[in-house]
T-cell receptor, first 113, second 112 residues
Framework: NAGVTQTPKFQVLKTGQSMTLQCAQDMNHEYMSWYRQDPGMGLRLIHYSVGAGITDQGEVPNGYNVSRSTTEDFPLRLLSAAPSQTSVYFC????????????FGPGTRLTVT | GENVEQHPSTLSVQEGDSAVIKCTYS??????FPWYKQELGKRPQLIIDIRSNVGEKKDQRIAVTLNKTAKHFSLHITETQPEDSAVYFCAASKRNTDKLIFGTGTRLQVFP
């Protein structure tokens, strides 16, 4: 099993550009989530999904969109990048709910200039 | 809303000593408390978790204690080793949801 994979590893965007961060898991997990990690602020939940076709907002959803058309994939879209979105983004999945062990991907380091 | 405070932000110990990291949470309905370890440049990984129906859980050199009355929980690492050096995050579940609220992290350095 590859576990949770994310692409790209690094990305530089200009303000106003849009892009999609990819996340996939091959463990047949129902729950998937996106976090951002900023220095001194821990991990903050952006959006999550409890299964294909179902998504919901986390703590910091503004400026991001998600969809979950399959169990395996959970892409995160930045609609119009801003410098405040410079961060490391982690995708995670768990078997049942967010209250089970979450398996994190390797992360995407995003810089917005 | 739910808030999780974590202390200290940095902790330095000598190899073989114990390390304790403490977290407090604000929502009395929180019922799940995991701890994640993140080595430099790596992804977070679960090291231990506890649910609100138990007061203590142990796994080799790692233990977690939960005090629901005081709304705090702690991570205890005994006989620390250099490979324990990492950032440790606590988290608590948010009322009536399966979302996690993370603390701000503790950077643990174990000196040989």
């Amino acid at each position: 099993n590859a576990g949770v994979t994310q692409t790209p590893k690094f990305q530089v965007l200009k303000t106003g550009q849009s892009m999609t961060l990819q996340c996939a898991q091959d463990m047949n997990h129902e729950y998937m989530s996106w976090y951002r990690q900023d220095p001194g602020m821990g991990l903050r939940l952006i959006h999550y999904s409890v299964g294909a076709g179902i998504t919901d907002q986390g703590e910091v959803p503004n400026g991001y969109n998600v969809s979950r058309s399959t169990t395996e994939d959970f892409p995160l879209r930045l609609l119009s990048a801003a410098p405040s979105q410079t961060s490391v983004y982690f995708c995670a999945s768990s078997k049942g709910t967010g209250l089970d062990e979450q398996y994190f991907g390797p992360g995407t380091r995003l810089t917005v200039t | 809303g739910e808030n999780v405070e974590q202390h200290p932000s940095t902790l330095s110990v000598q190899e073989g000593d114990s390390a304790v990291i403490k977290c407090t949470y604000s929502d009395s309905a929180s019922n799940y408390f995991p701890w994640y370890k993140q080595e430099l440049g790596k992804r977070p990984q679960l090291i231990i978790d506890i649910r609100s129906n138990v007061g203590e859980k142990k796994d080799q050199r790692i233990a977690v204690t939960l005090n629901k009355t005081a709304k705090h929980f702690s991570l205890h690492i005994t006989e620390t080793q250099p490979e324990d050096s990492a950032v440790y995050f606590c988290a608590a579940s948010k009322r009536n949801t399966d979302k996690l609220i993370f603390g701000t992290g503790t950077r643990l350095q174990v000196f040989p």
